[in-house]
């Protein structure tokens, strides 16, 4: 018998008495939003809902979505460790093999306390700017890290989502609750295998790659989380908005990954003060180190000062980050005269961290140094002088020469120019066509409407539409506005009603807008042309949305699904061939030998191409990161494929050539989050998560342009269809328009 799907679960709980043995959800009911429907939150292996008992009593259900073998047992071991520990920042659970009835069979379900309250990056967020309650977190985390070693437990999955801060029982105050244990090791369940890995921003390379289990694997989370706190603690919000993405504090998988091109680490290391850089330096060394080498939280503190590395430590960091070594200028005043023997000489105490300062300590000098019975006495007059002159001018060229290599080496980071990728087929290197030489340049528009016409809060995706005339932005605000590109002038205000996570115009005009937005939602609204305006309701959050070029259809993505849906009948049809999360969907802008080809990347590592009137799989594509962003070119010749670990695919969407990097090997950036093609498709645009978009001749591969510094991660980017425009979402409550020339020469 197939195991439940998610509407299968919905309805279960949206009718307890026929669905459930246990009292307490039999007697309650599910938790609604506006229109009557189960409000669901969705994870890797289950669906959470909220039942309300009459009395207030509140439950989290877990319903699971796969069977997995062992689990039963599996919990029934995490139960009664737990209960023995009485750990007062857990929650308490009972599993229930006879959970749910569905369809003439019983299915497990988990039944845990209901916490209120909010997950530890919202917490950030919200209280960034108020550093009293981000230092009562720096406070209780190493207590929380020793607590869960003295009882032998091991969360193995640590992370924003998983830490709760909710009220306490003292007004203004709060304690912490961690949540989910489903990938949780103890001494008893050693040998065995928990099928996760945790969440990658958190997690050490090694655990990722290898699927590492054992009871050490929470030191490198925890030493995350606990330098993320620290750091935002001394930079605030500017560190916030600049490597915040939201499903993250400040550090990603990437930054772990390759540490000498994180942005993040690099500038911890290079800029924070004592503590910061001891916690960034003691990170890097992490990524490299065994789980068991990583030290514990306190063995890395003293009170609330971080001790300092060592110098052999110190040239490890400089070497992962491909920095170069602090220069120690103060060992110049060594040269200074010898003091009289019965000097007493103020040398100041080196501070143990950014807390203490450097006072001076009275020390008895040295004593002298007997003369040698062979030295002669002419020594000690003009020899001694011109050893002296010797060794100051030896050291003068010693600091100038480190002057210079630290020049060198900073120019070095400087990003050089990019040339063509050997390993590309470059038309104009093989002679393939006549040379020709396109370039772009953009120029940025100051400003779209007037300051009352912007979004709330951030943006999350932008939209052009077919006829590039007008841009759509969709936010966190609940709000979609649109403006038109050629005046900036505003044009109105839509409702999502939630924030808005996708959009996407008809392709052949800007009549028609579809947008997936947070309550799991669906709607497409009629701006003027012929068809009408639809809304669908999914069981889960849908991260992204496309439009077929006839109109006919839509695409979602609901965690590993992609879905079909026809607006003009309602029909819907799912396409689950993925085993990762599905991030975006696109359509062919081409229809032929009335097919319709569909393209979806996903977390699993794989590009699908499907055809998507048929319903039917038609290839599979294997690469080498988590694929977070994907595109048809306009001839439905290429697809671009945008990755985690910041690389950029192109693909040939009849599947005849191998797959090529546009970035050279060496050179990857930050997380693919978009990309684009130009209306005719010659050249691409990437939006990367490291504040920066790249532009690339998609036949040679060669890089055009790069806009970086922006203010914010890119989380979407989109070109008009005339090639005129260029619009991006940075991290603002404005998007970011450039107008774009091209000029191509022979």
Known sequence: MPWPQSHDFQDAVLNPKLSFADPDLRDAEVAKDAKGLPIPASGQFGIVYQMVAADGRRWALKCFTADIPGRSERYKKISAHLRRCDLPFMVGFEYLDEGVFIQGAWYPVLKMDWVEGQTLNRFVGDWLDQPSPIKVLIEMWPKVAQRLREKEVTHADLQHGNVML????????????????????????????????????????????????????????????????????????????????????????????????????RELWRDGPDDIRSLTGRLVLATEQRFEQIPQLDEVLDGISVQRLSTVQVKQVCRLLDMPEPVEEPALLQLAPRPPSNAIVALPALPTSKLEAATPVARPAPPPIPQSSETSPAVSGKTIGCVAVVTVLAALALVTAVVIVGIAAVISMREPPVADNPDLLNPIRDGLRPPRQLALTLREVEKLGVPLDQHRKRINCVAIGGDSHLLATGADDHLIKLWELATGKFVRTLDARAPVKGLAFHAKDSTWLVAANDAKTIKAWNLGGKRKTAERVYGNPISSVSVSPDGTWIATTEGKNVHLWKPENDFIKTLGQHKGFVEKTAFSPVRSNDEISLVSASDDKTVIVWDAKRQKLDRKLDLASPVWSVAFSPRDKWIMAGCQDGSLWRLDAKGIEKPVSMIEPGRRSGSVGSVTFSGDGVFVAAAHLDHTIRLWEVETGRRLQTLDNLPGPVTSVAISPDNRWLAAAVGLQQPKVWEITAVVGE
């Open 166 to 265: 909710v009220p306490g029982k003292a007004k203004g105050s709060v304690s912490l609750k961690l949540v989910d244990y489903d990938g949780m090791y103890l001494p008893e369940l050693a040998g065995t295998q928990s099928g996760e890995s945790g969440h990658p921003c958190y997690q050490h390379p090694r655990r990722l790659s290898e699927g590492i289990y054992t009871g050490e694997v929470d030191r490198f989370s925890h030493l995350v989380i606990y330098t993320a706190l620290r750091a935002l603690l001394v930079k605030g919000r500017t560190l916030w908005q600049s490597y915040n993405y939201g499903d993250n504090l400040v550090f990603s998988q990437a930054d772990f990954q390759k540490p000498r091109e994180s942005r993040v680490l």
